[in-house]
C-alpha cells in the first residue's frame, strides 16, 4: 500500500519518474521478502494450494523484473504502467490469494 501511495504522491508531484526507480527497487525486495516468508510458512503448515500460489509468485517476480528492465530503458514512459501493476497486485493477489492462504494457516494456529 505504501508503494502505491508513494508513487501516487510522485506522480501527483511531478515526479514520478525521478521516483520510479527508488520504488521499483523497494518493490523488487518487498517481493523478496514477502514471497520468501509466505512460501516457508505454506510449506511448513501443509497449505494445500500452495503450488499454485508459487506459481503466482514466479509471475508476480517475473513482472517486477520485467518492470525493473523497462524503467532501465526508458524511465519516463513507465509510472503508469507501475502504478496498475500495483494495484493490481493489491487486489487480485493480496486481497484474494494471500487471504486463502492466510486462513489455512489460522486454521493451523498461526496468528
Given amino acids: 500500500m505504501d508503494l502505491i501511495n508513494d508513487l501516487h504522491a510522485a506522480m501527483l508531484a511531478g515526479e ?5 526507480g527508488k520504488i521499483l ?8 521478502s514477502h514471497f520468501a516468508t509466505e512460501e516457508t510458512l505454506m510449506k511448513k503448515f ?9 506459481i ?4 508476480l517476480s517475473a513482472q ?19 502504478m496498475t501493476f500495483l ?5 487480485g493477489h493480496i486481497v484474494n490469494l494471500d487471504k486463502k492462504y492466510s486462513a489455512h494457516l489460522n486454521a493451523s494456529g498461526v496468528t
Fill in 16 to 20: 514520478g519518474s525521478s521516483e520510479l
Fill in 25 to 32: 527497487d523497494r518493490l523488487s525486495g518487498y517481493a523478496v
Fill in 46 to 54: 501443509g497449505y494445500p494450494g500452495y503450488e499454485q500460489h508459487k
Fill in 56 to 59: 503466482e509468485h514466479d509471475k
Fill in 64 to 82: 517486477v523484473k520485467l518492470l525493473i528492465e523497462k524503467y532501465r530503458t526508458n524511465p519516463t514512459a513507465l509510472t503508469v504502467e507501475v
Fill in 87 to 91: 494495484q493490481r497486485w493489491l487486489v
